[in-house]
T-cell receptor, first 112, second 113 residues
Framework: QQQVKQSPQSLIVQKGGIPIINCAYE??????FPWYQQFPGKGPALLIA?????SEKKEGRFTISFNKSAKQFSLHIMDSQPGDSATYFC???????????FGTGTRLLVSP | DAGVIQSPRHEVTEMGQEVTLRCKPI?????LFWYRQTMMRGLELLIY????????DSGMPEDRFSAKMPNASFSTLKIQPSEPRDSAVYFC???????????FGSGTRLTVV
């Protein structure tokens, strides 16, 4: 119940495409869902986050879609660029607990 | 702010040796996390502290691993004795109770030969 399942494991899109990364969770008590971006040789960095009281959140070219009934959330990258090539992690946590449960990661390659 | 500072960036050691990884969290953050990242297992939470107190160490793989946080600005992760299977990138992260977002350090790449 503490797991967050992430797919796909890897993804290749052309520049300008819209990669979509999906995550699913079981624990309905989770109420904070961040996405992290990691470049080679660096630590993960917070990209965008959502709480279950909204169904969508946009920050620049990055959008989180949240489906509370399905217990799923996804990351969309609009007009993807080669600089977006990185590993993306979804995560979830419980109110009052700062322990994040991470997905297994998606390696994204955006070809020029 | 300099962010979360980890040292060393790279460590190569022989099997059986003691290894100590260090972390300085962001000032004002009251939670600190140690993660291990490998290709096979992804990001694994080893232990986390809140206000310098260990809250959850269930991810520490075995007694060879220990972590301390003697004050709000410093934490160590020690492996004694080290084994080749401990080879991984170890990340430290910190956060505040106000904002659940973590800030990760750049990691320590540990190689045990």
């Amino acid at each position: 119940q503490q797991q967050v399942k992430q797919s796909p494991q890897s993804l290749i899109v052309q520049k300008g495409g819209i990669p979509i990364i999906n995550c699913a969770y079981e624990n309905t008590a989770f109420d904070y869902f961040p996405w992290y971006q990691q470049f080679p040789g660096k630590g993960p960095a917070l990209l965008i986050a959502i709480r279950p009281d909204v169904s969508e959140k946009k920050e620049g070219r990055f959008t989180i879609s949240f489906n509370k009934s399905a217990k799923q959330f996804s990351l969309h990258i609009m007009d993807s660029q080669p600089g977006d090539s990185a590993t993306y992690f979804c995560a979830a946590s419980l109110t009052g607990f700062q322990k994040l449960v991470f997905g297994t990661g998606t390696r994204l390659l955006v070809s020029p | 702010d300099a962010g979360v500072i980890q040292s060393p960036r790279h460590e190569v050691t022989e099997m059986g040796q003691e290894v100590t990884l260090r972390c300085k969290p962001i000032s004002g953050h009251n939670s600190l996390f140690w993660y291990r990242q490998t290709m096979m297992r992804g990001l694994e939470l080893l232990i986390y502290f809140n206000n310098n107190v260990p809250i959850d160490d269930s991810g520490m793989p075995e007694d060879r691993f220990s972590a301390k946080m003697p004050n709000a600005s410093f934490s160590t992760l020690k492996i004694q004795p080290s084994e080749p299977r401990d080879s991984a990138v170890y990340f430290c992260a910190s956060s505040s109770t106000v904002n659940y977002g973590y800030t990760f350090g750049s990691g320590t790449r540990l190689t045990v030969v």
